[in-house]
């Protein structure tokens, strides 16, 4: 499989101080792993360019999105939502951010690249329409998923997400949206505190009980998801890729290994290959112990390759 790696520098920048999980260190934490595991090399390390404001707009109100760029500050720090912080490299690193997914779509569309892996921050899937939350500004994989439906004529994209925290703002984007099915794996009660029932035709919510360990999660895959996917037969698969569901995070109490986003990884690859010619994007976002970080990310990114 060739496999994109598509990050920026800019997305190093972007800091909310010392003590804030979502560090500049995680972006390292993974490249890292990837040269040990000597995987960078057969990799097509590629840099992105920044969205644009249209690109944005595909999937934000247009106020918001220019409130985010009226509030960058050239110092200091500015709260836009508690934890959620900007400085003054933020506004790049979110622009180049999302334009990654858009760079990985294009790849994988036009054939240049089986799938893709977007190493970035900030992550994106708590961006609401028209709001950011939980250290998110621009939702990502909906401003990429809405760029492939609008340039490539898509009639259905998937969107799996297994970080620890359901995506709220990916399903604010698209619910009752019927081009795209968003699938979300998640720890339930905790933050933001979705209702598992409040389901539409296209959503489909996965809780789990904190203490949840591989068992769980393969069954809820293995009945929900699976059938899911084979019913809605996606032209592209598109993967909110958080690793804070693994078991030595400190922002979740699911009990995953990593060996379990191997067996995910190749569940989703299996999937494509039935259904869209193996088409992936796979864009980063949570995932606060850096050491997991590294390894969990070092075993999907493997899993992409089919190594």
């Not at 690249?113 to 977007?118: G, K, L, S, V, W």
């Not at 290994?257 to 995910?264: G, K, L, M």
Request: glycine letters at 8%.
């Amino acid at each position: 499989m060739t496999t994109a790696y598509i990050t920026h520098s800019y997305c190093d920048r972007h800091n909310m101080g010392a003590d804030h999980p979502e560090s500049p260190l995680r972006l390292g934490a993974i490249q890292n792993r990837l040269i040990m595991g000597q995987l960078m090399d057969f990799l097509r390390r590629m840099e992105s360019d920044p969205a644009t404001r249209e690109h944005l707009l595909l999937a934000h109100d247009e106020a918001y999105v220019d409130s985010i760029f009226a509030r960058a500050p050239e110092e200091g720090h500015v709260e836009l939502e508690p934890e959620t912080l900007m400085m003054p490299h933020t506004l790049d690193a979110a622009l180049y951010a999302a334009g990654s997914v858009i760079k990985a779509v294009d790849l994988v569309m036009n054939g240049e690249m089986d799938n893709a892996f977007c190493a970035i921050r900030p992550p994106g899937h708590h961006a609401e329409h028209d709001k950011a939350m939980g250290f998110c500004l621009f939702n990502n994989i909906a401003v990429g998923t809405r760029y492939a439906i609008e340039q490539y004529g898509l009639e259905r994209v998937a969107i799996v997400d297994f970080d620890v925290h359901h995506g709220n703002g990916t399903e604010d984007i698209f619910k009752a949206d019927p081009k795209v099915l968003y699938a979300s794996s998640y720890q339930h009660p905790f933050y933001p505190y979705s209702d598992p029932g409040a389901s539409h035709d296209n959503i489909l919510h996965m809780p789990l009980a904190a203490g949840s360990g591989s068992d769980a999660f393969k069954a809820i895959i293995t009945e929900q998801l699976s059938p899911a996917l084979d019913a809605f037969k996606p032209q592209l698969i598109m993967i909110s890729a958080g690793f804070d569901a693994h078991k030595e995070d400190p922002m979740g109490q699911l009990r995953l290994s990593e060996s379990d986003f191997t067996w995910i990884t190749d569940l989703l690859m299996d999937a494509a290959d039935r259904h869209c010619g193996g088409r992936i994007v796979s864009v980063l976002e949570g995932g606060y112990n850096i050491d997991a970080l590294g390894r969990a990310a070092f075993c999907h990114i493997k899993s992409l390759m089919r190594l």
